[in-house]
């Protein structure tokens, strides 16, 4: 009896499970695990387009066509909502001429003119050579704005060179500080495009760059956090089929959390400019290219959820004069 007894003891320690010689098992005796059923819902654009900011409205230093790219929407400490995002103007050379970062305001999200004011960010000479992308995220009345500066490198343009991702933080959303260790990283494909968002207590920082130095395929990354400071190493959450130069192809990476899915938003650039393809999975960190939900008429979309039942989605880009708003649903 000590001897199974120290048996039972051992196995029970070791996850072991023990059969008496001559029993066996309940063939019909199973374990079922119960799994949630989801519903992959699909977004649609469901309003007019209004042309919220047009640049050309109230920039007149330079006689020529002014537009925007890149941006993000949040609401601020005062109630209202702000936008940020890349302004540049023709002709178009992102590397030379995209090196501010627009700011706008509104009382309402609906309102049809948003109030221009001065630039959120200008770049530092020999140090940041452009401005790019930025997104906001917020937590405990602070405002955190993630960003890219390029590359300072006299080629830099002309190949997969590496990108450097930055943050500065604002408690008012009018004056923005730079963090003091800038870059937070560093990554090839021109890594740029940044979106940061908080889930079940885990910051992840999704972002556009290559495969790797090598293998040029447009992917998107992500790297995680326990404080938005110290972030990991990356991992490719999706990568495109297409061959496109610098990542074009995986732009503007987006993530909405619905329903206990992730639906992840690329603006496939390069092959089709104004293309968006929406992606669904369970898994913040796999979004299979298999996984295709939609594809959306629009660049660089930001996708801005007011409530559960109000949600709005963004179209901007070099061929437009500025950025548009339409009310969006799922579907």
Wanted: charged share 25%; glycine share 6%.
């Amino acid at each position: 009896m000590k001897v199974l007894l120290k048996l039972v003891s051992i196995a029970m320690v070791l996850g072991l499970s023990l059969i008496p010689l001559g029993c066996h098992q309940n063939s019909k005796k199973t374990e079922t695990t119960k799994e949630t059923t989801f519903r992959v819902e699909t977004p649609e654009i469901s309003g007019e387009w209004q042309h919220i900011f047009n640049p050309n409205d109230t920039r007149s230093e330079i006689d020529t066509t002014w537009y925007t790219n890149d941006h993000s929407f949040a609401k601020g400490p005062d109630g209202k909502w702000h936008a940020y995002g890349i302004i540049g103007h023709k002709p178009i050379n992102p590397w030379t001429g995209e090196n501010k970062l627009f700011h706008i305001s509104a009382d309402s999200i609906s309102q049809l003119t948003w109030e221009d004011h001065d630039y959120a960010l200008k770049a530092k000479p020999g140090v940041e050579r452009v401005l790019w992308a930025p997104h906001i995220y917020q937590e405990d009345d602070k405002s955190h704005m993630f960003y890219n500066i390029g590359n300072l490198q006299e080629k830099a343009p002309y190949y997969a060179s590496w990108g450097q991702l930055c943050m500065a933080e604002s408690d008012d959303m009018f004056n923005w500080k730079r963090h003091e260790f800038n870059p937070l990283f560093s990554d090839p494909g021109h890594a740029r495009d940044s979106f940061v968002f908080k889930d079940n207590g885990i910051y992840y920082f999704y972002y556009t760059r290559t495969f790797n130095e090598v293998d040029t395929r447009s992917s998107v990354a992500v790297r995680t956090s326990p404080d938005l400071k110290h972030w990991s190493g990356p991992k490719i959450v999706h990568t495109q089929p297409y061959e496109a130069d610098w990542a074009g192809d995986a732009e503007s990476p987006f993530i909405v959390k619905r329903n206990g899915l992730y639906y992840l938003f690329v603006c496939r650039a390069l092959t089709d400019y104004n293309e968006t393809h929406v992606y669904w999975s369970k898994d913040p960190l796999n979004f299979p290219i298999e996984n295709l939900v939609t594809s959306l008429p629009l660049h660089a979309p930001e996708v801005i959820k007011v409530n559960e039942s109000e949600w709005y989605i963004s179209n901007t880009g070099w061929d437009k004069k500025g950025l548009y708003l339409a009310k969006m649903k799922w579907k």
